[in-house]
């Protein structure tokens, strides 16, 4: 699949921001992605898995937020006074999560959002206009950072523009993520600037699209594969490793395209627990995160 038709695919597939946003496990996994940045400390690296677990999402309801997860001191960077990419940034919620932590900003801070989705760039621009204030500038651009035809515009606009960049659970739907991930570090400021990915961890495979799907789902990132990327791409400091696993209820679909074979066999012959909820029967499964950072050296190659 091309690129081009890979983004077609994803956007005709991911239409419902709505529907999007109201998942259980979508505010969970940002909430989990939120507190994982704010407190990552880039000058640890990380290499071995976590065996952290965050338990069912009905947990999270019942009075846990971003501040029992979390306490200040725990913070590393709050990005205060920083200009921030959330790169295929959906709907804005791990945005929305970060504000959290900008509430009492010294310095302005800017966080732009980029997506090929204007649906989602409207849900995301909702918020925006809800959260910003004096402090905090939070804009958004559709934009598809590979698109030949605005090389020129975009490397004028982002090229070392940025002092982080964050893409949370949006990697494994990427056509070619190694491409993007080259094009994201020439957004950084050299020397200073650092990358976070979030997504999926999948040791078992990373693979295509599916057969009734034409939206790529690798069933999640591998630790060899994303240190391959990064270290072609030309970051230093590299944090690459599983960060956490959380349970969460999921669609059938989701199991099918992004978990490991073991669960996927137990769905097929239906050992997992299930519910009914408005969506369709949804099946309790621990998914796992990995984390991957990296920061642009001063002296790129």
Request: net charge negative; proline share 1%; hydrophobic share 35%.
């Amino acid at each position: 699949m091309s690129h081009q038709e890979a983004i077609k695919a994803n956007i005709k597939a991911f239409a419902a921001a709505d529907a999007y946003d109201s998942r259980e496990c979508m505010q969970v996994l940002s909430m989990l992605a939120a507190k994982t940045i704010v407190t990552h400390d880039v000058s640890i690296i990380e290499t071995q898995p976590s065996t952290t677990v965050y338990g069912n999402p009905e947990e999270f309801q019942s009075g846990i937020s971003l501040e029992n997860l979390i306490g200040k001191s725990e913070i590393k960077e709050t990005f205060d006074g920083k200009k921030v990419m959330d790169f295929a940034c959906g709907t804005g919620l791990v945005t929305e999560k970060l504000t959290h932590f900008l509430d009492n900003n010294k310095e302005s801070t800017e966080i732009v959002g980029i997506d090929i989705n204007q649906q989602f760039l409207n849900s995301f621009n909702e918020k925006a206009t809800k959260l910003s204030n004096d402090k905090l500038t939070i804009t958004s651009e559709l934009c598809d950072i590979l698109d030949p035809e605005r090389q020129s515009e975009i490397d004028s606009k982002y090229g070392e523009q940025f002092d982080a960049i964050f893409c949370s659970v949006s990697y494994h739907h990427l056509e070619d993520y190694v491409r993007v991930t080259k094009k994201l570090v020439t957004f950084l400021k050299k020397g200073t600037g650092v990358l976070y990915i979030l997504d999926f961890y999948n040791e078992d495979v990373e693979r295509e699209a599916s057969e009734t799907s034409a939206v790529r789902h690798m069933g999640g990132l591998k630790v060899e594969a994303l240190t391959k990327c990064f270290q072609s791409a030309g970051l230093g400091q590299l944090s690459i490793a599983k960060e956490f696993a959380v349970k969460t209820w999921q669609l059938g679909n989701f199991i099918e395209n992004h978990c490991r074979q073991e669960t996927i066999d137990r769905f097929n012959n239906g050992t997992l627990e299930k519910k009914s909820s408005s969506l369709g029967d949804v099946y309790s499964i621990e998914i796992s995160v990995i984390l991957a950072v990296g920061v642009r050296p001063k002296n790129d190659g």
